[in-house]
Structures are given as structure tokens and as C-alpha cells.
């Protein structure tokens, strides 16, 4: 049973969140997968602050006996609030609120559910640890089904700018969370998602699996190249925010055959360029 429950409480790593995140905006919704994203990386930096600010003891901290090591290991930081319960209702919650289908909200309850469990069956969380992680998570997901971000461009560039500055300011021994989400921010709030998903399963297929491999070739790529320049928290920060760019736009550049340019996209490129015409 602590295999089972360990496989289930492995849905809410962040590798996991990132790959749904990245399936559902390349084939569902590049809009809503972008807010979302957006959502999702707010509510990570408040999960951080709150853990490391309040600094709260888990089930196993006075007794290592409570939980097993593997248990253990799932277990990074202090307790308050549960960062699988809290990432895993932003995220699957979240994508309910925004598809509003019955079935697909029943699964995705039902998996959040799960996750909440497992931790408190692994005693790594108490009961109020998992409560507030998914009264967090509930508010950022209706923000990530009910916020606007697409529409603000004033500040997109800006906003990036300053947060990856922010992290050339931490000390190098602050904890990875931080410069992960601030990189998560600056990422989602600079992208600009300009295309159509496909619609036909073979589309679908071919999108999921080259996208995924180049995010993931990115991903480590980036590791292994940045790791090899320190551990500082700017250079984790811009390897986030790299991933987060390479697919909403790397991705869709290279597979424009099974990912077409949106309409609407398309004609304000067109009107911009016949603008500049006419000026010049």
C-alpha cells in the first residue's frame, strides 16, 4: 500500500504539473493554458512564502518513524500549506473551471482527492496542512479560470524584466522554489500564445509527443548547461522561464503543420505590416 500511495503522491510533482500544463495549452487551450500558467506560478510563490515564512513542523519531524524514508523524500521544506494539495487543486481544478465539463471535473475532484490523501497517509502533512493547501489552490484556480492576463500588454516585457532581476538579488542558499516560480512568472506573463491546436487525434498525437520531447531535451539541456555555471538563483529562474517560452512558442514554430497560426493572430500581423507600409 505505501507503493500505491507513494505512485499516487508523485502526481503532485512538479514535472507532472509542468507536462499537463504544456499538453493542455498545446492541445486544448493556448489562452486559457497561458492564464493558467500564470495562476499556477503565483500560487507556487505563495505556497513558498507561507512555507518558509511560517517554518512549520511536519508529522515525522519529531519522529522520523512515521513516515518511511521514501515517504520522506517526497518532502521538501516545512509543512504548512501542502504544496501537492495546494499545485495540484491550482492546476487540475483550474483546468475544470475553465472546460466547465462534468465528467472531466468529477476526475479531476477525484484526483485531487487522491493526492490530498497520500499525504496524509504517508504522514508527511497533518490535516490542517492539506486544508489550507487546497483552500489556496481553490482560489488560484477560479483566478487561473477567471483572470484576464492575456489582455494585459502593457506590461509584458516589463513585468519579466523585473522579476528576473529580483532574482539576481537572492543569496545563493535561498531555497530553489523561489527563483523556480519567479522564472514561471516571467515566463507565462511574456508569452503570447498565437496558435490554432489541432483537431484531429493524429495532430494531437504527433503535437503531444515532439512537443514533449523538445521541452524536456530544453529542459535538461538547460540543466546541464546552467548547472555547470553555479546554482545561482538567476540562472534557475531563466531556465523556468526558457521552458515556459520554448513551448508556447518554440514548440508551435517548429510543428506550424499540426499548429496554424490562429485567424485573428494572423490579421493583426497583416494589419501591423500594411501600417508600416503605409508610414514608410
Request: hydrophobic share 50%; no cysteine; proline share 6%.
Amino acid at each position: 500500500m505505501d507503493s500505491l500511495w507513494l505512485a499516487v503522491t508523485n502526481l503532485g510533482r512538479d514535472e507532472v504539473f509542468l507536462v499537463v500544463l504544456a499538453l493542455y495549452t498545446l492541445l486544448v487551450s493556448p489562452r486559457g493554458g497561458r492564464d493558467l500558467g500564470v495562476a499556477f506560478a503565483l500560487s507556487y510563490l505563495v505556497n513558498t512564502a507561507l512555507k518558509y515564512g511560517l517554518n512549520l513542523p511536519r508529522p515525522f519531524t519529531a519522529d522520523p518513524t512515521l513516515a518511511s524514508e521514501a515517504a520522506r523524500a517526497t518532502a521538501g521544506g516545512p509543512g504548512l500549506p501542502s504544496g501537492h494539495s495546494q499545485m495540484s487543486a491550482t492546476l487540475w481544478l483550474g483546468i475544470a473551471a475553465q472546460l466547465r465539463r462534468p465528467a472531466f471535473t468529477a476526475f479531476a475532484a477525484v484526483l485531487v482527492a487522491l493526492v490530498i490523501a497520500s499525504r496524509l497517509v504517508l504522514h508527511v502533512h497533518f490535516p490542517s496542512d492539506v486544508l489550507v493547501g487546497l483552500g489556496l489552490g481553490l482560489g488560484f484556480a477560479w483566478l487561473g479560470a477567471h483572470g484576464t492576463f492575456a489582455n494585459w500588454n502593457a506590461a509584458r516585457w516589463g513585468l519579466p524584466a523585473l522579476l528576473l532581476g529580483l532574482t539576481a538579488l537572492l543569496p545563493i542558499e535561498t531555497p530553489r522554489e523561489y527563483s523556480a516560480g519567479l522564472g514561471l512568472l516571467a515566463g507565462y506573463w511574456a508569452a503570447r500564445p498565437d496558435f490554432t491546436p489541432p483537431r484531429d487525434w493524429a495532430g494531437r498525437l504527433s503535437v503531444a509527443a515532439l512537443g514533449l520531447a523538445l521541452i524536456f531535451a530544453v529542459y535538461l539541456g538547460l540543466g546541464a548547461v546552467l548547472g555547470g555555471l553555479g546554482h545561482s538563483p538567476l540562472l534557475r529562474a531563466l531556465r523556468y522561464a526558457g521552458v515556459v517560452l520554448i513551448a508556447l512558442h518554440g514548440v508551435p514554430l517548429l510543428l506550424r503543420r499540426w499548429l496554424p497560426v490562429r485567424l485573428d493572430a494572423q490579421r493583426q500581423t497583416e494589419q501591423r505590416a500594411t501600417g508600416q507600409q503605409a508610414e514608410g
